[in-house]
């Protein structure tokens, strides 16, 4: 199982503790919002695109949107998302419990400047029912080699 994957790349860096599980679906920004009991827009999803040969994992904050002109100027193609069969094949990862960590190769990770406005955001573990809570500096650490983008747009 993909979360088995996600707690052992925590566990080698001593924070498998802080890896949270619910009996109830973490799947989608209100659901994990619900279970973590915090804002949906703390919620950090990850959006998976092709980009080539590539997977592009996005992690932006729960409230924006892909502005397709941005994502565009950034990647110098349109925005297209895995399909739910490619991200569980190409990311390791199932829709619902996507997540930049335990990734397999030939995905290159985004960090989305929107996360920059909280203190702590709240990442899948690679299940539909995990999250864990981190630091945006966190996230950053944990996710090397990544890039910080500008490719989303928040509600107005």
Known sequence: MAIEKVREFFRARGMEDR?????????????????????????????SFYVGDRVALIVA??????????????????????????????IGHAVGGVCPF??????DIYLDESLKRFETVFPACGSSNSAIEL?????????QPCIWVDVCKLPA
Not at 22 to 47: C, H, M, N, W, Y
Not at 102 to 107: F, L, N, S, Y
């Open 135 to 143: 630091t945006p500096s966190e996230l950053e650490e944990l996710c």
């Open 19 to 47: 890896v949270m599980e619910f009996e109830t679906s973490s799947a989608t920004v209100e659901l994990a919002a619900q279970a973590v009991g915090t804002d949906p827009a703390r919620i950090a999803k990850t959006l």
């Open 102 to 107: 335990a990734v397999k190769d030939g995905c």
């Open 61 to 90: 904050a729960g409230d924006a949107r892909i502005d397709n002109p941005k994502y565009k100027a950034q990647f110098h193609t349109k925005a297209k998302m895995l399909s739910a069969a490619d991200a569980e094949e190409r």
